[in-house]
T-cell receptor, first 113, second 112 residues
Framework: GQNIDQPTEMTATEGAIVQINCTYQ??????LFWYQQHAGEAPTFLSYNVLDGLEEKGRFSSFLSRSKGYSYLLLKELQMKDSASYLCAVRPNSGGGADGLTFGKGTHLIIQP | EPEVTQTPSHQVTQMGQEVILRCVPISNHLYFYWYRQILGQKVEFLVSFYNNEISEKSEIFDDQFSVERPDGSNFTLKIRSTKLEDSAMYFCASSRPGNEQFFGPGTRLTVL
């Protein structure tokens, strides 16, 4: 089976840093993705990890530990527009083909002034 | 920047009717996907498509669903006999091999 867990909701302050955690148990693993989704809109790609370690991309960083089944998304210098849901998704299959993603329920991030 | 497009943005239908949702993937992408998101719930994978055939499908994608690439640009999802529980946002996505999937803006399907 596939199980992806992330906190339902988090609150942070404008200008601060927030870390959103994700743990997964899937039948296979070939990469972990983070997407941002504003209410009523499509998910937009933020980051991708397939090897252990940290990937940095501007204000966003993502970390992966395959042995622990754990990832986090780090958002720095928070802005009001970062208020959104953040979706953790795993690509369970071996890759090379059109592999569907398994999504977590998403973390609703609220940024306060 | 190229993007995935979907039509219509909103579709209202009666239970038991057939609907066709349309998508135009990014032109140099080879892999196409359909996902759905019931209001307030997580994004769920339905089906993926490559080289004019289904590559993978989930348990949700039963005999009521079908996909087609009728020409060189469009990718469609058909629901033959809609049920109330089919009401959801349907997202099309496309990707290059092994890369991130880009999502379209979605079609909100309401079944009455």
């Amino acid at each position: 089976g596939q199980n992806i867990d992330q906190p339902t909701e988090m609150t942070a302050t404008e200008g601060a840093i927030v870390q959103i955690n994700c743990t997964y148990q899937t039948s296979g693993f070939n990469g972990l993705f983070w997407y941002q989704q504003h209410a009523g809109e499509a998910p937009t790609f933020l980051s991708y990890n397939v090897l252990d370690g940290l990937e940095e991309k501007g204000r966003f960083s993502s970390f992966l530990s395959r042995s622990k089944g754990y990832s986090y998304l780090l958002l720095k210098e928070l802005q009001m527009k970062d208020s959104a849901s953040y979706l953790c998704a795993v690509r369970p299959n071996s890759g090379g083909g059109a592999d569907g993603l398994t999504f977590g329920k998403g973390t609703h991030l609220i940024i306060q002034p | 920047e190229p993007e995935v497009t979907q039509t219509p943005s909103h579709q209202v239908t009666q239970m038991g009717q057939e609907v066709i949702l349309r998508c135009v993937p990014i032109s140099n992408h080879l892999y196409f996907y359909w996902y759905r998101q019931i209001l307030g719930q997580k994004v769920e994978f339905l089906v993926s498509f490559y080289n004019n055939e289904i590559s993978e499908k989930s348990e949700i994608f039963d005999d009521q669903f079908s996909v087609e690439r009728p020409d060189g640009s469009n990718f469609t999802l058909k629901i033959r006999s809609t049920k109330l529980e089919d009401s959801a946002m349907y997202f099309c996505a496309s990707s290059r091999p092994g890369n991130e999937q880009f999502f379209g803006p979605g079609t909100r399907l309401t079944v009455l």
